[in-house]
């Protein structure tokens, strides 16, 4: 592994998104408080298995420290 490749869990999960409706693009419920330490870095993943009919979410948020 290269020094700069981070290792999935090396991610600390925050929440997923999901298509919006509308003028919304994403959209997502907070179910708990997320702190996210100074200097973190928020990373955006793309679910490129969703679909409308399995209902998975669009995007994965996590952040990590470097």
Known sequence: MEN???KESEF?????LW?????VAYSTYI???IT??????????RVEDA???NNKPTLRLVWTRD
């Open 51 to 53: 679909t409308l009919e």
């Open 4 to 6: 700069n490749e981070i």
């Open 31 to 33: 179910k708990e408080d």
């Open 19 to 23: 298509n919006g409706r509308g003028k």
């Open 36 to 45: 996210i330490p100074a200097g973190s870095k928020v990373l955006v993943f």
């Open 12 to 16: 600390n999960e925050m929440f997923a």
